[in-house]
């Protein structure tokens, strides 16, 4: 009397993933799905059902309610993220083992060409490749680092009984745990006020620190402002490939508001070690941009 998720793929690696990730998580974690049955050969495998309303679901249908769920999910989140470092054989990650230079690295050069060039945005290659090489090698230093889920957000958090469930982690690798947050507040269509942005940072670093005292404020605080720029443009890059190049209306719908997140993050200090890139996001989030990317898309 009861409904199951059947899961079905002959990517077996993906699906050993997924299963051995669920069972490791499990040690410090409940708010995630039950494997039933597995078959001989790992193509398929059975999981409990947490129904069908995401956190994203409750944000645009009752967002007061949904703030409660924010907070939830970032406990649950931190106690993942720093137990799961100890529990995780990291050498036998689905894709990437780590969020590290070689990861960012692809994620920005994914920004320049399904992005940037797309849109023929003018910009200095050499100046960027440079400024692209050495925020990367930054980011390798980042800390504190654990278990990174990678696509924390809202889509792949299930609400069961106003509870949050995580899934969709089988890419999860290890790294600066910031980025998940990071992934979950900035997620463009969710369009999370400032200040309940900073009320979710101040409640997870809080968090962390429960399992890491010795946290550093300014540490996580250079963390946070690395993870902002790199999640932020990876996410315009796959906007640029499934939107305007493959044509899906969600991701074209994203787009502006995408685009909108950069005004937030001009001043960063980082950027300033960076000019070319943050001539990019200066010229990103001018007017006659969007006008010049709506008419891209209409095209």
Known sequence: ???????????????????????????????????????????????????????????????????????????????????????????????????????????????????????????????????????????????????????????????????????????GLFGAVTYDLVSLIWQAKANLSAEFKTELIDFYYQELKKYLPDLNEMAFQKAYEYCVVARLLQVLGTYGLRGIIERKKHFLESISFGLNNLNAILDYPILEHYPELKHIIKTLVLPETLEQINQKIND
């Open 1 to 171: 009397n009861q409904s199951y998720i059947l899961a079905e793929s002959s990517n077996i690696e993906e699906n050993k993933i997924f299963i051995q990730f669920t069972s490791d998580l499990r040690k410090s974690i409940d708010n995630l799905p039950t494997i039933v049955a597995v078959s001989d050969d790992f193509t398929a495998y059975v999981q409990t059902d947490l129904g069908d309303v995401t956190l994203m679901d409750q944000i645009l249908n009752n967002f007061e309610h949904s703030k409660t769920l924010y907070f939830k999910t970032l406990e649950k989140l931190a106690l993942a993220q720093i137990e799961g470092k100890h529990v995780i054989n990291f050498n036998q990650t689905f894709s990437y083992p780590k969020l590290d230079k070689t990861l960012i690295l692809r994620d920005l050069f994914q920004f320049n060409f399904y992005f940037l060039d797309i849109l023929t945005i003018p910009y200095n290659a050499g100046k960027l490749i440079q400024d692209y090489d050495a925020f990367a090698e930054q980011f390798n230093q980042l800390s504190p680092q654990g278990f990174v889920f990678r696509d924390f957000q809202s889509r792949n958090i299930m609400i069961k009984e106003n509870q949050p469930y995580f899934i969709d982690y089988q890419g």
